[in-house]
């Protein structure tokens, strides 16, 4: 390339100084405390101050320790539950409206409203959901109470807050209401981005709605459910606002995340940094683990992506042919 003497400006360089201000905020924000978790995970280091920091004589005890800790397990337990709880009505609930709000053949008259309504959950902050419910299943007087005593299906206001299922089942409502509406518009803008030729095609050729929404549609926004997946098993894996705020992880520990349990032992008790580190880069690997699955299974089923069954055979045959 001709130099700035002869008439010609390199512009490349402010693509790295309009990137620079990314790159120092990750660095500082998220770079240096993922590093320093990691680094913390293998210490000694607890309470506010700790006098004397240092590797511990078995750098691996914080992690045996806590996945050897039945709170730390049922913690796991109770974040999977709760996951595949609000997830895979959220998943199914989600598919179809958007197969309701894409049908070419439908006009569904107010639809920008219905997907506004739908998403608004998703903008109220989890601290105002929590509370909301909190209060609408107060004992012993509560919305939830006076509607089920003056329909006279009880005769005495329930204690919903000590109940386990309830707990669980009312996180996972709450999980679920908050992210179907978001997870409907991605799978609307994947569909949205599939030619329509394909769809016209289909029509001529006589198939119907189903067969085109299973056939045509899904196949044609995998990566879009690669990309759903992977994010809601993400944050599902991480929560912690709703627990937490909602019944304070009770009750007996029914709402208690693995991200509760690491707060509880960073932030509260005796202060131990150590094993909340530990604990932290072990739901690290677990998500990697679990993400990295998802992308293999929807990489291979996918025809024309990559790493795909029929990349493969394309691969053998050009080894053959040059053989």
């Given at each position: 390339?001709?130099?700035?003497?002869?008439?010609?400006?390199?512009?490349?360089k402010?693509?790295?100084?309009?990137?620079?201000?990314?790159?120092?905020?990750?660095?500082?924000?998220?770079?240096?405390?993922?590093?320093?978790?990691?680094?913390?995970g293998?210490?000694?280091?607890?309470?506010?101050?700790?006098?004397?920091?240092?590797?511990?004589?078995?750098?691996?005890?914080?992690?045996?320790?806590?996945?050897?800790?039945?709170?730390?397990?049922?913690?796991?337990?109770?974040?999977?539950?709760?996951?595949?709880?609000?997830?895979?009505?959220?998943?199914?609930?989600?598919?179809?409206?958007?197969?309701?709000?894409?049908?070419?053949?439908?006009?569904?008259?107010?639809?920008?409203?219905?997907?506004?309504?739908i998403?608004?959950?998703?903008?109220?902050?989890?601290?105002?959901?929590?509370?909301?419910?909190?209060?609408?299943?107060?004992y012993?007087?509560?919305?939830?109470?006076?509607i089920?005593?003056k329909?006279?299906?009880?005769?005495?206001?329930?204690n919903?807050?000590i109940?386990?299922?309830?707990?669980?089942?009312?996180?996972?409502?709450?999980?679920?209401?908050?992210?179907?509406?978001?997870?409907?518009?991605?799978?609307?803008?994947?569909?949205?981005?599939?030619?329509?030729?394909?769809?016209?095609?289909?029509?001529?050729?006589?198939?119907?709605?189903?067969?085109?929404?299973?056939?045509?549609?899904i196949?044609?926004?995998?990566t879009?459910?690669?990309?759903?997946?992977?994010?809601?098993?993400?944050?599902?894996?991480?929560?912690?606002?709703?627990?937490?705020?909602?019944?304070?992880?009770?009750?007996?520990?029914?709402?208690?995340?693995?991200?509760?349990?690491?707060?509880?032992?960073?932030?509260?008790?005796?202060?131990?940094?150590?094993?909340?580190?530990?604990?932290?880069m072990i739901?690290?690997i677990?998500?990697?683990?679990?993400?990295?699955i998802?992308?293999?299974?929807?990489?291979?089923?996918d025809?024309?992506?990559?790493?795909?069954?029929?990349?493969?055979?394309?691969?053998?045959?050009?080894?053959?042919?040059?053989?």
């Open positions: 390339m001709k130099n700035k003497k002869k008439g010609v400006v390199r512009y490349g402010f693509g790295y100084i309009f990137s620079l201000p990314f790159v120092i905020a990750f660095c500082i924000f998220s770079l240096y405390p993922i590093i320093y978790t990691l680094v913390i293998f210490t000694n280091m607890q309470g506010v101050v700790t006098p004397d920091v240092h590797i511990l004589d078995k750098p691996l005890a914080n992690f045996q320790q806590v996945l050897s800790s039945p709170s730390f397990k049922t913690a796991l337990k109770n974040t999977f539950i709760i996951w595949m709880l609000n997830f895979l009505p959220q998943i199914a609930l989600a598919l179809l409206l958007t197969a309701w709000f894409t049908d070419r053949r439908w006009k569904i008259k107010g639809m920008g409203l219905y997907k506004v309504l998403y608004m959950p998703n903008i109220i902050t989890a601290a105002t959901i929590a509370i909301l419910f909190r209060a609408l299943f107060a012993p007087t509560s919305p939830a109470n006076d089920l005593m329909l006279h299906l009880v005769s005495a206001p329930i919903f807050p109940s386990k299922t309830f707990a669980k089942n009312a996180v996972a409502f709450i999980q679920f209401w908050m992210w179907y509406g978001y997870t409907m518009l991605i799978l609307i803008a994947g569909v949205l981005g599939i030619s329509p030729d394909i769809f016209d095609a289909a029509e001529v050729d006589g198939a119907n709605r189903w067969e085109i929404f299973w056939k045509i549609t196949p044609n926004i995998k879009i459910m690669l990309f759903t997946l992977v994010t809601s098993l993400i944050g599902g894996l991480n929560m912690f606002d709703i627990p937490k705020l909602f019944l304070l992880g009770g009750p007996d520990n029914a709402t208690t995340t693995t991200s509760v349990f690491i707060y509880n032992q960073a932030f509260s008790g005796s202060y131990m940094y150590n094993r909340a580190a530990a604990a932290s739901m690290f677990i998500i990697m683990f679990f993400s990295s998802l992308f293999l299974l929807l990489r291979e089923k025809a024309d992506g990559y790493g795909s069954a029929s990349a493969k055979k394309q691969k053998k045959l050009s080894r053959k042919g040059g053989m």
